[in-house]
């Protein structure tokens, strides 16, 4: 098929695009009435970033999607935005901009294709089944163009698959390997059947940690479609403001969001919600895609010892068993989850530098840090807390 036929837009609002269309290439998996695989990138999703003021106008993530139609139709797209900071991103730059930027250089704005707030692995090159090829090759190229002839510093694909990896590794871009801690099904009957993996002194530990948290005087409630109601955001609105401004500064999602979640996102979600006196005191909020749990948020008002591990970690592995899911992504860093049964697995971002003489020295730095995130979790895994025979098996 010839490359020439596909026509590349740039659009600066998922409005302009119809939800079939845009999830004919995100996720075409759901024509069968299942779940998506990755929900994060679905019309639904993305538009309530930009709909509720999460993205857009002042926050630094200026929506630029860019989409690829071959005689009239949409065969791909793609998530880009103009970012002028490098926050919300997951994958830190932050060196990169602060040596081109002494060398005299503007890093910012640069062109991400991401989803926003949002380190969970997925697709990024968008594309309709027919056109796997020719549509991911034109994304790329596109992308790169557009970059070029903006006269950006840069072009960055964060939380890309493996596969979208290599084959961006192919056609020319950067690959760098980073890495988050999953836990991962093995067909467990239950959360014990999990537990008995585990060396003797993790097990006790875990097994110490649930009690704990399950005395907090109080109930743990896990809320899911309509069983979520406008109260729960209510609550949850608190908790994330909490978190965001300890951990981030300023919380990256506007309260309309979690609005907008109500209305349209609540198939996708599940709360875990710990109530006491009449009164909800803590939350995390999960993301529930076809075969994935991808933990989120997290905050509270009250803290209760373990609780925390309890609604986060513990509740989504039950989850995922129940659901007979195969893991749980809970976000970005967090050795602590090691010792609760998360593993460290690679995750990948795809570069592209303008300036050749700053792209070879960023280069040869991601040569040297993939050696070096690949040794790190040889060495995790051995610290693991699973049986020995256990750890290999998982490898």
Not at 23 to 32: L, V
Not at 96 to 123: D, F, M, N, S
Not at 329 to 339: D, I, N, S, V
Not at 367 to 384: F, H, M, Q, S
């Amino acid at each position: 098929m010839d490359q020439a036929q596909i026509e590349i837009q740039v659009i600066g609002t998922l409005a302009r695009i119809a939800a079939r269309e845009w999830d004919a290439c995100a996720c075409p998996e759901t024509a069968d009435g299942g779940r998506p695989i990755d929900p994060f990138t679905t019309h639904r999703f993305l538009s309530a970033f930009e709909e509720s003021g999460s993205v857009g106008a002042g926050t630094g993530w200026q929506p630029q999607y860019l989409t690829a139609y071959l005689d009239g139709q949409l065969i791909a797209c793609a998530p880009m935005y103009a970012k002028s900071h490098s926050q919300g991103e997951y994958i830190f730059d932050h060196n990169w901009a602060h040596a081109w930027e002494r060398a005299g250089g503007r890093y910012y704005p640069k062109l991400q294709i991401a989803v926003p707030h949002t380190p969970a692995t997925g697709r990024r090159f968008l594309v309709r089944p027919g056109y796997e090829h020719i549509g991911q090759s034109a994304l790329v190229q596109g992308a790169v163009q557009l970059a070029a002839d903006n006269r950006v510093s840069s072009l960055h694909v964060t939380f890309c698959t493996g596969e979208e990896a290599e084959a961006g590794a192919q056609m020319g871009l950067m690959r760098r390997t980073t890495q988050q801690f999953h836990w991962l099904n093995r067909d467990f009957a239950d959360f014990d059947a999990f537990l008995a993996t585990l060396s003797s002194r993790k097990r006790k530990n875990i097994r110490k940690e649930r009690s704990q948290a399950n005395g907090f005087g109080g109930e743990i409630h896990v809320l899911t479609g309509d069983a979520i109601q406008p109260e729960h955001w209510d609550a949850f609105w608190v908790f994330y403001q909490d978190t965001g401004a300890r951990k981030w500064g300023t919380p990256y999602l506007t309260r309309r969001f979690f609005d907008l979640a109500q209305r349209d996102l609540r198939a996708d979600l599940a709360l875990v919600m710990a109530e006491r006196d009449g009164r909800w005191v803590a939350g995390a909020l999960n993301v529930i895609g076809r075969d994935t749990l991808f933990g989120r948020y997290w905050g509270c008002i009250e803290h209760h010892p373990c609780l925390h591990f309890e609604l986060c970690y513990y509740r989504a592995i039950d989850m995922a068993i129940e659901r007979g899911m195969s893991r749980v992504e809970a976000g970005a860093q967090g050795e602590h989850k090691l010792a609760r049964g998360y593993l460290p697995k690679q995750t990948h971002s795809l570069h592209w530098i303008a300036d050749a003489g700053f792209a070879e020295a960023v280069g040869r730095y991601l040569d040297a840090e993939r050696d070096a995130v690949e040794e790190e979790i040889e060495i995790l895994t051995e610290y693991g807390p699973f049986k020995k025979i256990e750890v290999e098996e998982q490898e």
